[in-house]
């Protein structure tokens, strides 16, 4: 199962790198934002790399912007096996995102908090990382759900006055498989 939910983690993590991605260009042409080029910053801090100030190198970003994203959907893969499924999981599942950016931003001293940033800048990237997050919980649920409820569903499902959060509630029929 472990192999499952990494691989399917990584499909989910890409499709949603891929639809932010895309999201992103469609709001810089509109907004004539440039390309931000923290995620290659961070990453040559990480990899220890020489810094090369007044140089965007593109390759490096995108390996950390795509590399990252790609990565943290084996989490959401995670959640959705678990039974934590829907939007309400891609909501828990976008502050996930942003905090993981926050931390390796911050702790390279390539970003700071959040809250000294202009609002405008904030309000893009919190919608981007959502974009993220709900695309990258579509997929992962979606093969999650091949395998029935997860445990915290089927847990809801046997308690009186719970529902699964995701759709109907699943039952077992009379030869226990999962409706």
Do not use: C
């Not at 020489?50 to 959640?79: D, K």
């Not at 405008?120 to 993220?132: G, N, P, S």
Request: glycine share 12%.
């Amino acid at each position: 199962m472990i192999k499952q939910v990494l691989k399917q983690g990584l499909i989910a993590g890409a499709v949603g790198s891929i639809v932010m991605t895309l999201g992103e260009k469609l709001e810089q042409a509109v907004t004539k934002r440039p390309d931000s080029h923290v995620p290659a910053r961070v990453l040559e801090r990480l990899a220890g790399l020489p810094e090369r100030p007044g140089t965007q190198p593109v390759l490096l970003n995108w390996a950390m912007h795509f590399g990252q994203a790609t990565l943290l959907g084996v989490v959401r893969s995670v959640m959705a096996h678990a039974g934590l499924r829907g939007p309400l999981a891609s909501a828990q599942f976008t502050v996930v995102r942003l905090t993981t950016d926050q931390i390796l931003e911050n702790a390279t001293g390539v970003g700071a908090p959040p809250s000294t940033w202009p609002r405008k800048e904030l309000v893009i990237d919190v919608i981007h990382k959502a974009v993220y997050a709900f695309a990258t919980g579509a997929v992962a649920d979606a093969f999650a759900a091949r395998g029935g409820p997860g445990p915290g569903q089927r847990h809801a499902a046997a308690r009186p006055g719970r529902h699964s959060g995701a759709g109907p509630t699943p039952r077992a029929d009379s030869h226990g498989r999962w409706n």
